[in-house]
Nanobody
């Protein structure tokens, strides 16, 4: 079955960096756009970043532009979110999501990784 397994979350101080990883199995990775979402307590889940199957196009929510970078390694079935200059308002559970771009629709979610930014 399809699995998305995230890792790399943790607790850091403002201004520090973290790198989230999401490794997929059970699917043809190059048929999926990959997305990172986050959800803070009491708030709706928010789309943070998107990358196309080939990795040539990325998009970000305005609040993370210039600080976060999404990338993927199709040889490892992995997508990454490099998070620099972290702020307390970045504190949330972060989820990766695979969205099919082929003729067979499908979407899958990871289990989430907690990121806490606090002094």
């Amino acid at each position: 079955q399809v699995q998305l397994v995230e890792s790399g979350g943790g607790s850091v101080q403002p201004g520090e960096s973290l790198r989230l990883s999401c490794v997929a199995s059970g699917l043809t990775f190059t048929r999926y756009a990959m997305k990172w979402y986050r959800q803070a307590p009491g708030k709706e889940r928010e789309l943070v970043a998107t990358i196309t199957p080939s990795g040539d196009i990325t998009n970000y929510v305005d609040s993370v532009k210039g600080r976060f970078t999404i990338s993927r390694d199709n040889t490892k079935n992995a997508v990454y979110l490099q998070m620099n200059s972290l702020k307390p308002e970045d504190t949330a559970a972060y989820y990766c999501r695979a969205v099919s771009v082929s003729q067979w629709p499908g979407t899958y979610w990871g289990q989430g990784a907690q990121v806490t930014v606090s002094s």
